[in-house]
Nanobody, 121 residues
């Protein structure tokens, strides 16, 4: 199993930037496909960005603004978020699975506890 812990959330003004981190323990993170999801109040959890052996992929709503990366030596995944908008406000979760890269949340076996991102207008 792998345990995931997110950090880096906070309050930022529209147009600002934040970098989220997801640190894995228990297993080598590089073996997993991993992604960021988010959930806003009253809405379903949605895919944001993912990274696997085949590359990176993004939701259309964040393409060009967010960048996902992973430092395997540190067992850590990042989400650099630029040009933030109020609609990016949500709890952000990292997730991992051994079955491959996908935008489907039900495929992911391991989840962090989430970190709050709030973007003020």
């Amino acid at each position: 199993q792998v345990q995931l812990v997110e950090s880096g959330g906070g309050l930022v003004q529209a147009g600002g930037s934040l970098r989220l981190s997801c640190t894995a323990s228990g297993r080598t993170f590089s073996r997993y496909s991993s992604s960021w999801f988010r959930q806003a109040p009253g809405k379903e959890r949605e895919f944001v960005a993912g990274i696997s052996w085949s590359g990176t992929y993004y939701a259309d709503s964040v393409k060009g603004r967010f960048t996902i990366s992973r430092d395997n030596a540190k067992n850590t995944m990042y989400l650099q978020m630029n040009s933030l908008k109020p609609e990016d406000t949500a709890v952000y979760y990292c997730a991992a699975n051994l079955r491959g890269g996908t935008i489907l949340s039900r495929i992911y076996d391991y989840w962090g506890q989430g970190t709050q991102v709030t973007v003020s207008s």
